[in-house]
């Protein structure tokens, strides 16, 4: 088969006016899907491209169409828009395609050439000429052999610099964010949804069997770890286990348990519960991912307002990465400069923040551009880096992981980042670091999912509730325990509440579950009986029998209280329950004789939660203190009149009587 190889502008518009721009631009089935290619060309390089045959013909051939280099962001967007439009002044038409391999995989390979004008082809091999430095758009059409379109691939490849050029790179921070719904159900149940796909991807993109470890930082909502840990289907287990093997050394940002209304929280004056949801995010990515969080560095989701970074800054979190989406439009640059590190106004100090730029991976989400999205995304960047190459500049990006159906596009997307002679992997405070602040961005009012007071008393209650049952069973319970797990379940419930998105109805089914739950594991403990106990001496101690229905043990507190009774050991007493029948020994004096009234109420041992009551009835039959006195005296008294009674008696006896004598 022939191969027409067109090189002159003239001759190349006019065969591509007859065989690209004029065809009917009907909906075809695609044949053909872009593989892999090479996107950094330096000079004299080899074009490889490799393609995915669907529905094609054996006898297909290739066209490879090249335009004009771009330097600009603007021509890049507005060749994305018209990709056939005048691609320029060469064209490769009848290109015939190898056998393909088991996987319908078949390779081409195309010299380039700086030179103005080509080297004769060898050997019938056909040359592209990159006289310029810049972003290539190339086009590579299917036909069939009667010369007819089956199928088109815009793609682009970049003619870089000479390898010893003293440039800057574009300082380039990735950022892998998974956020999705809630996935732990009120009743305990877990469902992860789609964001399991996204967290599958993290997985595969970053595991050591399959490339060396990329640098890109790993936000993720640590209520979506925490519900893999919770989880007891084998895949989350297993997916759980890869994402702890992928995130060693890496970089894993801080992030509240769940995502909040920040400013509603702030507006209700629960900052401070911002930091407990801080901390708890932390201790779950620590304690399931087994990497240490870096909580200095925060992804925003929701808000980015001055209050909230006020918050943060308490929090000792001291950069922040904001979605550009939360900011206001009004004070984007004019320029398409790709610098886009800042400050936001927060506090006394300007905060350091760099924005995340959604433009660069909105590629991921073209509907027509899966298998070229990684190679779009470079060129994006590349563009970026052309505009202005004297100029040191940073971008940080977080591709779109819900949008992809597999890592393979992310993998190629970062293993050619490093591979770039004109793009620089960093992590975000290095590209902080490295630039100088750009300008004061303002942000968007957040979007309105505030609670009122009733949240705000119902958490209380919630937090009061489950504080208390942890009280109880806290320094006994060891990790792994059915008690530990249920306090973590409390937990979990009550930071889940705080969701951004949830519904006044949807709080409170959160709320309720904690109330309920301890409510249900409380009832188990049983206060003593009614019963009549009778004391034989003033100070003695009162047997009462308290049920423990539970499987372990828990700490209570005894508060007692009588009129007739004193409490040698204190009115509060902290006793440890064992399941089963507890006999707890109670010192007592009664004050006097008679029925006494002893009041008992069973509590945690904050006092806080009321686990029962009951009543009993004490008869003290000895005397008592003041009556031994009075008994004391009187007998004493007694025996001084018998005393005195007796010798009165016996000295009257021992008197002899005078006798009468008549004289």
Do not use: C
């Amino acid at each position: 088969m022939a191969l027409v190889v067109l090189t002159s502008p003239a001759l190349w518009l006019a065969k591509a006016t007859a065989q690209v721009d004029n065809q009917p631009q009907e909906e075809l089935t695609p044949a053909f899907e872009l593989a892999s290619q090479s996107i950094w060309i330096a000079n004299e390089d080899v074009f490889r491209v490799s393609l995915r045959l669907i529905d094609a013909p054996d006898d297909s051939t290739v066209d490879i169409n090249i335009g004009l280099p771009i330097r600009s962001r603007s021509a890049f967007l507005d060749r994305l828009a018209e990709p056939s439009a005048g691609l320029g002044p060469q064209q490769i038409v009848r290109l015939p395609i190898s056998a393909p391999d088991a996987d319908g995989i078949t390779s081409l390979q195309i010299a380039t050439t700086s030179n103005q004008v080509p080297a004769a082809e060898t050997l019938g091999q056909p040359q592209l000429e990159l006289s310029a430095e810049g972003v290539y758009p190339v086009s590579l059409v299917l036909r069939d052999s009667d010369g007819s379109r089956l199928d088109t691939i815009h793609t682009f490849l970049i003619r870089t610099p000479p390898a010893d050029s003293s440039l800057s790179p574009l300082l380039v921070s990735t950022v892998l964010s998974v956020s999705g719904p809630l996935a732990v159900s009120p009743e305990g149940s877990v469902d992860l949804g789609p964001s399991q796909r996204s967290l599958q991807v993290v997985a595969e993109v970053f595991d050591p069997r399959i490339r060396p470890q990329p640098l890109a930082a790993v936000s993720v909502d640590p209520h979506l770890v925490d519900a893999l840990a919770v989880s007891e289907q084998s895949e989350h287990t297993s997916l759980l286990a890869r994402l702890q093997q992928a995130t060693i050394n890496r970089q894993i940002t801080s992030n509240t348990y769940v995502p909040l209304d920040s400013d509603a929280w702030i507006d209700q004056d629960l900052s401070l519960q911002i930091g407990w949801q801080i901390e708890a995010g932390a201790a779950v990515l620590d304690g399931s991912l087994g990497s240490q969080t870096d909580r200095t560095t925060m992804v925003l989701t929701t808000s980015a307002s001055p209050e909230l970074l006020q918050r943060l800054q308490r929090e000792r979190v001291g950069l922040v990465l904001v979605p550009d989406s939360l900011l206001d439009p009004a004070n984007e640059l004019a320029s398409t400069s790709a610098k886009t590190s800042f400050l936001l106004p927060a506090f006394d100090e300007p905060m350091k923040a760099v924005a995340i730029d959604s433009t660069v991976t909105a590629h991921f989400t073209r509907g027509d551009s899966i298998d070229t999205a990684p190679y779009l995304v470079l060129a994006d960047l590349a563009v970026r880096w052309f505009e202005d190459p004297q100029q040191l500049r940073g971008i940080v990006m977080a591709p779109p992981l819900d949008s992809l159906p597999d890592s393979i596009g992310l993998g190629v997307l970062l293993d050619e980042i490093n591979a770039s002679p004109i793009l620089s992997s960093v992590n975000p405070s290095t590209l902080v670091e490295s630039l100088e602040p750009e300008v004061l961005r303002r942000v968007r009012p957040a979007d309105e999912n505030g609670f009122g007071e009733d949240y705000k008393a119902a958490l209380s209650d919630g937090q009061r509730i489950a504080r208390s049952y942890q009280n109880m069973v806290d320094p006994i319970a060891t990790v792994g325990t059915p008690e530990r797990q249920l306090i973590e379940t409390l937990d979990r419930a009550l930071l889940l509440s705080g969701a951004y998105g949830l519904t006044e109805t949807e709080r409170d089914a959160y709320l309720a579950v904690v109330a309920q739950t301890v409510r249900d594991t409380v009832a188990a403990i049983q206060p003593p009986s009614r019963q009549r106990i009778t004391l034989t001496s003033r100070s003695e101690s009162i047997p009462m029998l308290i049920r423990n229905n539970l499987d372990h043990d828990v700490i209570v507190r005894l508060d007692l209280n009588s009129d007739k009774l004193d409490f040698p050991d204190g009115d509060s007493l902290l006793w440890r329950l064992s399941p089963g029948v507890n006999q707890v020994q109670v010192p007592v004096q009664a004050k006097t004789s008679g029925d006494a009234v002893l009041e008992i109420k069973v509590n945690s041992p904050t006092g806080l939660l009321a686990l029962g009551e009951s009543q009993l009835t004490v008869r003290a039959t000895s005397l008592s203190g003041t009556g031994v006195v009075i008994a004391a005296a009187a007998l004493a008294i007694l025996l001084i009149w018998w005393a005195r009674n007796w010798w009165s008696r016996h000295r009257s006896k021992s008197v002899p009587q005078k006798s009468s004598v008549a004289l």
